[in-house]
């Protein structure tokens, strides 16, 4: 089977929709993913994700599943370097969290106190979830929930299957809840992707299972954050997710 999880086009956060750029990034994001043989869509219930997804399934004349969990990736912490207003708990100064040995343990991530204390409504009671974990487990029981419904149960660390297959499926997202999935997938620390890597603006990543011994499966990534179909367009990739790249220059530092 085929995962590929997709970031939304440059956003609108404002509206919760795309910009002009993101609109294009997701009209040339359709002709690529048009392409492909897919099983079935899924998508955010958030504006941006579902408009990037729009236009690929008005292209194939196809549907997506709302998936809850899909949407962005929602705790909330007080940073150490804020203290007037909580912040999403997976943007902090290399400083900060780099100095925090558990961030990097795929087991102990969500131990230290700013990570137990984070917030996060339920979207089905609206009440209020706390500790990070709790948000995390949530993500990962509904994903693991609809591979198990594809054929692939998860056992320990990798995924048992009596009916392994080579579908498709198309997850469209956000860069905070792919890093998540992710990190289960591959059993590494979000918090090192979320802060080590950069999924630009529709930006597609893949990967594949591997049955090496029969039943017995687990998923290799095979390309992270491609943009190859805005460069083959002229598109060039939006900034969005990134930072700047020296003190000194213009771009975003926060």
């Not at 085929?2 to 970031?7: D, S």
């Not at 993913?33 to 958030?46: D, G, H």
């Not at 956000?174 to 992710?182: A, D, I, K, R, T």
């Amino acid at each position: 089977m085929r995962l590929i999880i997709v970031r939304h086009g440059d956003p609108d956060y404002e509206k919760d929709s795309l910009t002009e750029k993101g609109w294009r990034e997701a009209a040339i994001l359709a002709d690529r993913i048009s392409r492909l043989e897919v099983k079935e869509f899924y998508v955010s219930p958030l504006g941006r994700a579902r408009d990037t997804a729009s236009l690929t399934l008005e292209k194939m004349g196809r549907k997506a599943t709302v998936c809850p969990w899909l949407r962005e990736f929602a705790p909330r912490i007080m940073r150490p370097d804020v203290s007037d207003r909580t912040t999403i708990s997976w943007d902090w100064l290399p400083q900060d969290w780099t100095g925090v040995d558990e961030f990097y343990r795929r087991d102990q991530w969500s131990t230290p106190p700013m990570m137990r204390e984070a917030m996060a409504a339920d979207p089905d009671t609206g009440e209020m979830r706390v500790g990070i974990q709790e948000e995390y487990d949530w993500v990962i029981r509904g994903f693991d929930s609809l591979l198990a419904d594809h054929g692939y149960q998860r056992k320990g660390e990798i995924y048992r299957t009596k009916q392994s297959n080579q579908d498709i499926l198309v997850f469209f997202c956000h860069f905070g809840v792919e890093c998540v999935l992710l990190s289960h997938l591959l059993g590494i620390s979000p918090m090192v992707l979320w802060h080590g890597t950069v999924a630009a603006p529709t930006s597609v990543t893949t990967l594949y299972t591997e049955e090496r011994r029969r039943g017995k499966a687990i998923f290799r990534m095979t390309a992270f954050g491609d943009v190859s179909h805005l460069y083959e367009a002229g598109e060039e990739p939006a900034f969005a997710a990134r930072f700047c790249e020296v003190y000194g220059s213009d771009d975003r530092h926060d």
